[in-house]
């Protein structure tokens, strides 16, 4: 998953730059604004915000708006505007272990969440990259309207998962949608 992240970014940034990151940020495209943590660094592309402090392959928050009809990648499975949010999940698990650089991929929770105030759900799971790196992700999601939003947090398991894991919950706990109509 890792490569598969990190692929992403260099394909979809060409040339963008990394910002300072720290303090309120809005984004208007994707409709969303939260609190970056300071001493962080920010990627904007037009799918999503990343930000990480030591690099993308040992942590980093995503925060990304899809629209709902879009295909994902690993999946043939679709979103639908009448899906419960455990359906979300589902569909979102499927993607994520179907992916092959995401190796002994483990739901260690999959339940039910309030994000800024919409239901959703709540991934926590455990993977290992094509490197033998183990990483530990919570992903948390949901619907509004045409677009589905994900605000992800991972992080290589040993040392940087537990340490930057209140920084992540900070910047869970600020998201708000901009227009909520």
């Known amino acids: 998953m890792r490569r598969f992240i990190l692929l992403v970014?260099?394909?979809?940034?060409g040339c963008a730059v990394w910002i300072q990151a720290g303090g309120p940020y809005?984004?208007?495209?994707l409709n969303f604004s939260a609190e970056l943590p300071q001493g962080w660094m920010r990627l904007n592309?037009?799918?999503?915000?990343?930000?990480t402090r030591d690099?993308?392959?040992?942590?980093?928050?995503?925060?990304e708006r899809i629209a709902i009809d879009e295909e994902f990648e690993h999946t043939k499975r679709k979103l639908s505007?009448?899906?419960?949010p455990q359906e979300t999940a589902?569909?979102?698990i499927d993607n994520i272990s179907s992916n092959q650089s995401v190796l002994n991929f483990e739901?260690?929770?999959n339940s039910p969440a309030e994000i800024s105030g919409f239901p959703g759900f709540r991934l926590v799971f455990m993977y290992k990259n094509e490197d033998g790196l183990r990483s530990k992700s919570i992903f948390y999601g949901f619907m509004k309207g045409e677009w589905f939003y994900s605000i992800n947090y991972n992080?290589?398991?040993r040392h940087y998962f537990e340490k930057d894991l209140e920084t992540f919950e900070k910047v869970l706990n600020s998201f708000k949608l901009i227009d909520s109509a």
Do not use: D, R
């Open 9 to 13: 970014i260099l394909f979809t940034t």
């Open 26 to 29: 809005t984004s208007k495209s």
């Open 45 to 51: 592309t037009t799918k999503h915000l990343l930000v």
């Open 55 to 63: 690099g993308v392959l040992l942590q980093n928050v995503i925060i």
């Open 81 to 84: 505007k009448e899906m419960l």
């Open 90 to 92: 589902e569909v979102i």
């Open 107 to 109: 739901v260690l929770e």
């Open 155 to 157: 992080s290589a398991l």
